[in-house]
């Protein structure tokens, strides 16, 4: 079947992920063996606010460490889209504690502030100078990872996301393979705690992360890369509904883990031409000043970005009603948004601001947005087209 190929069609580019996964029932029990073949000595041990201490994670992560004779500090309360303040007392407890590595146990959130004090606690500069983009990162303590969480690919990737809280700035640095956690743990069971609605919003940051390029991209058509992101968007939305029937249901919730990570390692977006996050930028600034949940941010954004500027990737657009959505025959980019929400509301997640319970003040996003594009050099998101897409999304 002949495809329509233009000659640039597809990128060249560089692809190395140097992050070893241990996926799979009961992985952890290798994580002493890691550690210690990864030198580690004394490790500072970062969780969030709890979930790792109710559902057994916390107690067999330090069975492995008292069982490979390896000490640990502790850095709890990581807080969901991680602030920089917390990050700064982690940077001065891995240097006071001279630690070696940094464990990271729990969901994106608590990976990506593992990120951020690794680069700072091996420098002499301040960590936000990084995310500021005033400094490139040099050097980092090595990380590791046990996710509990499948959403942000932060297991495999490069990236770490941090807030500013006193200028409401949340950033992501991009830097592989320095902030690549050197290997990861995923054990689909350890997410059986999560809830429906952490499950839906994770499911909404995975499908975003395959969505953004495959949408954007001016390329027609990429018989790899589409490849790839239709069967994971597909493999996500069958082990979502599966999960709904049953949150023990083991294979969809490997399914679902595999399909987060891979959606976000780079792996599938290699290749493709001229491509944005513009959604990622425009939902930012709502989780960085509502601190609502990421995801629930992109499915309150993305049905208004698409409506609003959607006329100018129309074909990938109806292509994604089709070939992901299922919808027979797509007339209009209205009806992939209309389908798109109509998904988002079957699983929970949010489609406007009103159901997230915010009254946003449209200037102040639009501020931030509007700074977010200039630095990533989209200048076609201008100040009206932001404060239109955020209107719709009320
Ligand atoms: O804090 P605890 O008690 O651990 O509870 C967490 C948190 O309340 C809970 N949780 C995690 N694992 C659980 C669990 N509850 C029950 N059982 C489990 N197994 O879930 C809540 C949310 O966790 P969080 O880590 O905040 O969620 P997520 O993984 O979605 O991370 C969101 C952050 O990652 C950033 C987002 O902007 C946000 O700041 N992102 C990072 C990216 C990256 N590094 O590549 C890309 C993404 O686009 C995203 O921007
Ligand atoms: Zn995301």
Redesign the pocket.
């Known amino acids: 079947m002949a495809h329509n190929i233009g000659v640039n069609d597809m990128n060249n580019f560089t692809y190395a992920n140097p992050t070893k996964i241990q996926f799979g029932r009961g992985v952890i029990a290798q994580l002493g063996d890691e550690l210690t073949r990864l030198g580690a000595s004394k490790v500072l041990l970062v969780?969030?606010?709890?979930?790792?201490k109710s559902?057994g994670v916390y107690d067999a992560v330090v069975a492995q460490l008292a069982a490979s004779g390896i000490a640990f500090a502790e850095h709890g309360g990581?807080q969901?889209?991680?602030v920089l303040c917390h990050a700064r007392d982690g940077v001065a407890k891995a240097r006071a504690e001279n630690v070696d590595l940094i464990l990271a146990v729990?969901?994106?959130?608590?990976v990506?502030e593992s990120k951020a004090i690794a680069l700072g606690a091996a420098s002499d500069t301040d960590v936000w100078e990084f995310f500021a983009k005033r400094e490139a990162p040099q050097t980092a303590l090595p990380v590791v990872a046990v996710l509990?969480?499948p959403?942000?690919?932060?297991e495999m990737?490069g990236?770490?996301?941090l807030s500013n809280e006193e200028t409401d700035e949340k950033n992501?640095l991009v830097c592989p393979p320095l902030l690549n956690p050197k290997a990861s743990f995923l054990d689909p069971e350890?997410?059986f705690?999560?809830s429906a609605r952490?499950t839906a919003?994770?499911c909404t940051?995975i499908l975003s992360?395959l969505m953004e390029g495959y949408l954007t991209t001016a390329a027609g058509h990429l018989p790899v890369q589409d490849g790839m992101i239709e069967g994971v968007a597909k493999a996500t939305m069958e082990s979502m509904a599966a999960i709904r029937e049953n949150p023990a249901d083991y294979d969809a919730r490997a399914a679902f883990m595999w399909s987060a990570t891979l959606a976000?390692s780079g792996i599938c977006q290699a290749g493709i031409p001229a491509w944005g996050m513009p959604c990622?930028a425009l939902e930012m600034p709502l989780?960085a000043v509502y601190d609502i949940?990421?995801?629930a941010g992109l499915s309150i954004i993305i049905p208004a970005w698409m409506r609003v500027v959607g006329a100018k990737h129309e074909p990938r657009i109806l292509r994604f009603g089709r070939c992901v959505l299922g919808l027979e025959a797509p007339g209009s980019i209205d009806a992939v948004a209309d389908a798109l929400t109509d998904y988002y509301r079957s699983i929970g997640s949010p489609v406007s601001c009103t159901e997230a319970g915010i009254e946003p003040d449209i200037d102040r996003l639009t501020a931030l947005a509007s700074a977010a594009f200039q630095q990533r050099g989209m200048t076609d998101y201008t100040e009206p087209i932001i404060r239109d897409i955020y209107l719709r999304a009320l």
């Open positions: 969780y969030g606010g709890g979930s790792i559902n990581v969901g889209n991680p729990g969901g994106g959130s608590v990506d509990t969480l959403a942000t690919g932060s990737n990236i770490a996301v992501a350890t997410t705690s999560l952490q919003f994770a940051d992360h976000w990622h989780s949940a990421h995801g």
